[in-house]
Each structure stands twice: as structure tokens, then as C-alpha cells.
């Protein structure tokens, strides 16, 4: 098939992990790519040298594969490397120069302030009829129109309309020649026939800027699009420093690939129903990007938490089992190695399925199992192991050693002695639970029970008893 003039770009800086905003725009462009069967472009902007690394380049890329964006499809291409278009960013550069549309200044900052008696002002045009021409330390600013007005086509928020005599006569290449991010980025995504921009509304500021550079190279600017800021539970910007912004830390902590994907669509765009949790094939049919709000979005971790439950428990068992893998084994799982059982997992995995809502809980719901004995936590030993339960547990211990090994008949012989001590089920089983598994929440009791098996579970009741008494 053939693909469509639309030509969208991701261009993301390695200067540390992927942040959920940048997956939001990624996933948003992704979508406008392949449902017009047009192109989305990667492009890496590494020219900060001090600050980005290879790990973290390769870092976005398998960032992006996780959440579904990647070579191994046709709407995809890249990456590209702002780095390797050094020369064209310098030539365009000399050519606005030529033009007459940039000229040389040596102001300095101190200069500046002095002259306008501000710190605050931007810059006053004082070089602009000295026709000065390169030398070292001399930056290149772009003379902007001191007349008129720029109006910025944007599909997200309208026609922002930006008066030409409120925007300074920026820089675009500094005093050593080497052209700034505003007109690199312009230059690469002319070259690389970019037509739409979608990308968040902190670019906003930047934009008339760059579509008078756009038009200053003789080129028809893009069609432009800025997403909603993406803020916290107190309505602040999400902030690395502050928040959990980390695509990566998500994924590890056990959110599924899948679930993300469709909670970052979200943040700012909705299908138009009450539907909510959906395929991704499905929100990129229904995506619109002219129907993205232009209010902040809140990133509800919470929510996120809820779609993940939601993903848990749509998965096929074989699927689940092989999700909680990384959770199972070393450096995770608090067991030996040779203690885990594929075999007993597979039967206890159907009865945990239920219960996640992180596929990192899985760990704790099942240790019980291949664990020697199990790690009780004190405040639910504390809870549990209330007077009277010493007879309680020895009656229990006694009428499993010859009961019928189901989770029924369980159930039922337990039920049977917790009325003899006057207890209802729920209250006879707690510390029932805790001797067995360590906790007072976890997996249903009586087919725990079932799979862990009489010999270790009379051995735990026995433990349980003489640390009681002790």
C-alpha cells in the first residue's frame, strides 16, 4: 500500500528516562500516522552532547516498542539524528544571512540591561543596522517583522494569534557559529517534509517563532498541534523531580504495556462514549487529533492502577503466567531457585488472576508456596492471634490430619470448628490465614490450602501453635 503525504515526527532528547508525557505525544502522532497511512518519523535530538548518552537513546527506542511504536511497522522511520544535519542547520543559518533576514550581534546581557534598565525585556534591536558581519562571539538573530502579525494554524487550540512587534529578534545561531535548537529543529523537519507538528503546549511559546523561520526558508509551514500539559494530583506540571514520570518505572513496577497505552491516550482525548477501556486498534480508529481538549490533563495513578486490574484479568491464563514471570525468579522473588514449581503456580495463577492489580503483587500473594516457611507480618499476626486461638488452631490441626484434602471439605471442617469456639467462618479462618500464608489478605484460603498441601500445612499450624504459646 502505498502511504500518504502525512509525515508526523516524535523528537524526543536522550537526557534520561521516557517520560509519559513524551509517550502520550508519541502515541497521539502515531496514531494520525497510521490511520491516514502516512509516516511517523523518529528523531532523536542529540545535539546536547553533555547530556545525553547511547543508553538512553536506545532507551526511547525500546520505551516506544513497548508501547506498540516500532520499525516493524511501515508507518514507522527512523531513527534520525539531529546530530548528522549539523551542516544543513548551519547553511540554512547562512542563508537567512544572506537574505538579509538575520544579522550578526555582540550584545552582551549586561549591555542589554543597562540599555533598557531591565533584566526582563527581551532584545531591543540594537545591532540590527550595524552590518556587522561574522566573528567569533557575534550570535546570529533573526530579524522578525516589526509590523503585522502571526497567526499560528493550530488543530488543537485554533488560531493563536502572536502580534510581530511583541517577538524579539531571537537568536538562531550562537557566537561560535553552531545554530540553536529553534532553528535546527525548523531545518530538520523541513527536510524531512514533516506536515504535521503534534507535540505538548509548552512548545507553544516557540511556535510563531518557528514559522517565521519556516517561511523566512521559503517553506510552507506545518499544520501544528499542542497537547494539554499533563499535571499531578495537586495540579502541578508533572515534574521528574517531583513525580513518577517514568515510562520504564511503570512497566517495572508491573503495569502492562497494553493498559499504558490506553490510559495515555486518554490524557486529553476522549472516544466520545462512556467506553473507556478499549484495544489501541480501536482508539486509533476513533482518534481525531482536532478533538483533543485543551485543558490540563490529570495523571490519576489511581485510575491507571484500576485499567491495569482491568488488563490483569482479560489476559489468557497462559499469557498471565508468562507476564508474571520476571516477578517469579531472581531478583524479585524472595524464594530459591529450585524451590518454585511451575507446576504449582500454574495452579494457583488462575486464583491470583482475579486479585492483581500490579503484576509485581504476584509475588506476595504466592511466596506462601515456595517459601520453607512464611514471613508473618507482625501487624496481621498481631491482629490475628487473639486469646483463645491456641485452641482454636489445635482443634484445626487436628480435624485436617485426617480430613478430605479439597477446598471444600476444608472449608467445611473449618467451618465446623470455628462453631465450636462460637466463631463465624471469616473470624475462625484468620488465623488460620496468617499461620499458613503470613498475612490476613491473600489468595482464597481453602484452595490455597488444597495446592500447598496437608503435610506443610500441618507443619506451618504446628509452627503457628508453638510461636503462640512460646
Known sequence: MSRSSVRVRF????????????????????AVARQSG????????????????PEWTQGIIDALAAIGISADDPAFEGPYFQSDNAGRHREAALQLYAAGRAYYCDCTRDQLKERTGSEHLGYDGFCRERGLEFAEGRALRFRTPDEGETVVEDLVRGKPVFPNASIEDFVIARGDGSPVFLLANVVDDLDEGITQVIRGEEHLSNTPKQQLLWEALGATPPVWAHLPVIVNDKRQKLSKRRDKVALEAYLADGFLPESMVNYLMLLGWGPGDDREIMPYEEMERLFRIEDVNTSPAFFDVKKLTAFNGEY???????????????????????????????????????????????????????????????????????????????????????????????????????????????????????????????????????????????????????????????
Open 11 to 30: 523528537a524526543p532528547s536522550p537526557t534520561g528516562m521516557f517520560h509519559v508525557g513524551g509517550a502520550r505525544s508519541a502515541l497521539y502522532n502515531w
Open 38 to 53: 502516512g509516516t511517523f518519523v523518529l528523531r532523536i535530538e542529540d545535539t546536547d552532547t553533555a547530556r545525553n548518552r
Open 312 to 470: 490483569i484479568r482479560a489476559l489468557s491464563p497462559e499469557t498471565f503466567i508468562d507476564a508474571c514471570t520476571r516477578w517469579l525468579t531472581e531478583p524479585y522473588a524472595p524464594w530459591r531457585a529450585d524451590a518454585f514449581d511451575p507446576a504449582v503456580f500454574t495452579k494457583v495463577a488462575p486464583l491470583a488472576q482475579t486479585r492483581l492489580t500490579l503484576l509485581s503483587e504476584i509475588t506476595n500473594y504466592v511466596d506462601f508456596l515456595f517459601l520453607d516457611e512464611p514471613v508473618f507480618d507482625e501487624t496481621s499476626w498481631s491482629k490475628a492471634m487473639k486469646p483463645g486461638t491456641t485452641e482454636l488452631l489445635h482443634d484445626v490441626r487436628a480435624a485436617y490430619a485426617d480430613a478430605v484434602w479439597q477446598a471444600d471439605e476444608l472449608k467445611t471442617v473449618l467451618t465446623a470448628v470455628g462453631e465450636n469456639h462460637g466463631l463465624k467462618l471469616g473470624k475462625a479462618q484468620a488465623p488460620v490465614r496468617v499461620a499458613v500464608t503470613g498475612r490476613t489478605v491473600g489468595l482464597p484460603l481453602f484452595e490455597s490450602l488444597e495446592i500447598l498441601g496437608r503435610d506443610r500445612t500441618l507443619t506451618r499450624l504446628d509452627a503457628a501453635l508453638l510461636r503462640h504459646t512460646s
